[in-house]
């Protein structure tokens, strides 16, 4: 958020504080040579004053840890990253160290960045890991009779149970197929753009359900139309 004449407002998340909110000086001068470091998706080395996780901190040096390749020149690489941001900056609020879930956005990103294969699916694996950390990851119980999973529920239930908040057995299988999956071998899984989308509107209301607060991304709408 742009502050005063030349100052930046940023939400950052990091691996030793969590989420902190910092304000720097001076980046909006016409000849700053470091506004672009304080740009969306982009992973810092920073030196903070930490004083007050509840107040503005202030950042006093920062450099690039993480330089991009492809994310910053791919609109579709662009869009990805920035809904998975978007999906994770409405989850996390929590001030306290978490490296293992910032070590898992970081690597998300990273991957992004890295991949010549086809993204399309990545955003749903995304959404399903990050569940996991989240602490409401989906119930792996499928089998017998329970085949359909139950987004309020947070598990498989039988199809008999088929409803608004019910997903269709054909639904339920490509979300645990999904699931189940490494980061790489997702790529390879096709599913028609269509049922892909419903798929992801599906896993909004599953987050809704189970985080107080949340709210559609902002950047849904592009993501979907790409």
């Known amino acids: ?40 998706l982009q992973i810092l080395d920073i030196i903070l004053y930490d004083k007050d996780a509840q107040k503005l901190n202030r950042i006093k040096e920062a450099s690039s840890a993480y330089l991009y390749r492809s994310i910053t020149l791919d609109i579709h690489k662009t869009n990805l990253a920035i809904f998975m941001i978007d999906v994770a900056s409405g989850t996390i609020k ?19 960045d890295a991949t010549t294969e ?23 119980n499928y089998g017998g009779e329970e085949v359909c999973f139950d987004l309020e529920q947070g598990k498989y239930v039988a199809k008999e149970s088929i409803g608004a908040y019910v ?10 197929a999904i699931q189940k999956m490494e980061m790489a071998d997702v790529q390879s ?13 599906k896993l909004i209301i599953y987050y809704r359900f189970h985080l107080a607060g949340f709210k559609e991304p902002k950047s849904l709408e592009i993501f979907r139309s790409l």
């Open 1 to 40: 958020m742009k502050y005063s004449e030349t100052s930046l407002i940023l939400d950052i998340y990091t691996e030793e504080k969590g989420l902190r909110s910092c304000i720097v000086n001076g980046v909006r001068k016409a000849r700053s040579k470091t506004a672009s470091l304080y740009q969306v």
């Open 167 to 176: 997903l269709s057995e054909e639904q339920s299988q490509h979300l645990r």
């Open 118 to 140: 086809k993204i399309s699916l990545l955003s749903i694996k995304f959404m399903l890991d990050l569940s996991a950390y989240l602490g409401f990851t989906p119930l792996d």
């Open 94 to 112: 929590e001030h306290e160290a978490n490296p293992e879930l910032y070590s898992f956005l970081e690597r998300y990103l990273r991957y992004v």
């Open 189 to 201: 899984y096709t599913i028609p753009k269509a049922e892909r989308t419903q798929l992801l509107d």
